[in-house]
């Protein structure tokens, strides 16, 4: 076997097994919102992938095409520019590194908090007014899109009132913490050993309780089957569809019917190929910081709970400390216990902890 010496700027990036044509969720289930039995098609969506796209949502092109316009610019704008927004810590620019506990990947990007409707102070803002404009712009549909996904989750699974899961996002009264994120992926001009490819953004699941998604005509982005042994596939771009990704908080407020999908990023190799740029515009969707999440009652329907109560805060604090592929729902996981013994335990261990 021949082993090639991994070049020197992919020393810390893992290099990944490049998929096989056919290795491609072709059946990734496409949702239109306003078509008959929505409500539905989302549910079963999020429970056999914890991932679908949304066609037909409303968005206008205008919406989607000047922020990718406006980011692209950004992208391309001289490095010192860049820097002057970074390093992400964790908003700003950041550069191959993502978070603070050593994940590497072949990107970069522009992460940022959001109040309510638009860009927050807490992090710092793009210099280019075009650019902070096409992302408030695109914040207030991203917010309609959560509402509208959230709101059919708790329909599809009976949930009242209907606006239960949604207000916890984009509820008038609450601060929610939203986050947004351009990330960039330039084709990898190092040579890399044959059947490789080089991680973009490393395998994880979002924390929040739902994200979405939209990149351009660039491919680079898979996901893990929950069945079939978490084998992974790549999902074809479509720059007119949305992806919806389930996050780690609605896994636990459905007490596990819905699971989060872990996905990863490969970035494109060889830069004289022809191969595009993957640009990616990510909305996250979380609840107020003193947001309570613990397995919503009526959907336990008399079995215990998976997981035990956190603040949403907590959580963040936790994740924050954590690396991208760990399961950072684990620690949070109630012990499994015989069903008969089941209250008793409860009990104790509130009245212990
Ligand atoms: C390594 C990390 C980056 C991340 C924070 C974390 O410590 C673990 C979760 C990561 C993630 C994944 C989804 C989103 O891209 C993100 C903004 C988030 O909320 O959790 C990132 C965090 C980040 O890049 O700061
Ligand atoms: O850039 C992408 O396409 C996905 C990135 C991602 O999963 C994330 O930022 O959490
Ligand atoms: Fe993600």
Redesign the pocket.
């Known amino acids: 076997m021949v082993v090639l010496a991994k070049p020197a700027a992919l020393e810390q990036i893992s290099l990944l097994r490049t998929p096989e044509p056919w290795e491609t969720m072709s059946g990734v289930p496409a949702v239109d919102l306003s078509g008959p039995g929505a409500a539905d098609h989302v549910v079963r969506a999020c429970e056999r992938f914890g991932f679908f796209s949304v066609v037909n949502h409303g968005v206008p092109a205008g919406v989607v095409d000047r922020l990718e316009a406006e980011a692209v610019r950004f992208f391309a704008s001289p490095q010192a520019d860049k820097d002057a927004s970074g390093p992400a810590d964790?908003f700003g620019y950041g550069s191959k590194r993502?978070?603070?506990?050593g994940?590497m990947g072949w990107l970069e990007y522009l992460?940022l908090a959001i109040d309510r409707d638009a860009l927050s102070k807490a992090s710092p803002a793009p210099s280019s007014s075009a650019l902070r404009e096409a992302i408030n712009e695109y914040v207030v549909a991203m917010r309609g899109l959560a509402r509208t996904v959230l709101e059919m989750v708790a329909e599809g699974l009976g949930v009242s009132p209907r606006g239960a899961l949604a207000d916890m996002v984009t509820g008038e009264d609450a601060a929610s913490d939203q986050?947004f994120?351009l990330n960039h992926y330039p084709p990898c001009p190092l040579p890399l050993p044959p059947s490789c490819s080089v991680t973009g953004f490393g395998e994880?699941t979002?924390?929040?309780l739902v994200s979405i998604l939209r990149s351009n005509g660039a491919a680079g982005l898979q996901v893990a089957l929950h069945d079939d042994d978490g084998r992974w596939v790549s999902v074809p771009p479509n720059r007119n569809a949305f992806f919806v990704n389930v996050g780690d908080s609605l896994q636990v407020l459905t007490n596990g019917r819905l699971k989060s999908v872990r996905h990863r990023v490969v970035a494109g190799s060889g830069s004289g190929s022809g191969l595009k740029s993957r640009v990616s515009m990510?909305y996250?969707g979380g609840p107020p910081l003193a947001q309570r999440i613990a397995p919503l009652p009526q959907l336990l329907h008399g079995s215990s709970p998976l997981y035990r109560e956190f603040t949403w805060g907590e959580y963040k604090k936790a994740?924050?400390?954590?690396?991208?592929a760990d399961n950072r729902l684990a620690p949070f996981e109630e012990p499994p216990v015989a069903a008969a013994a089941h209250h008793h335990h409860q009990h104790h261990h509130q009245h212990w902890s």
């Open positions: 964790p993502i978070g603070r506990n994940d992460l986050v994120r994880h979002d924390p929040q990510i996250f994740a924050y400390r954590s690396r991208l």
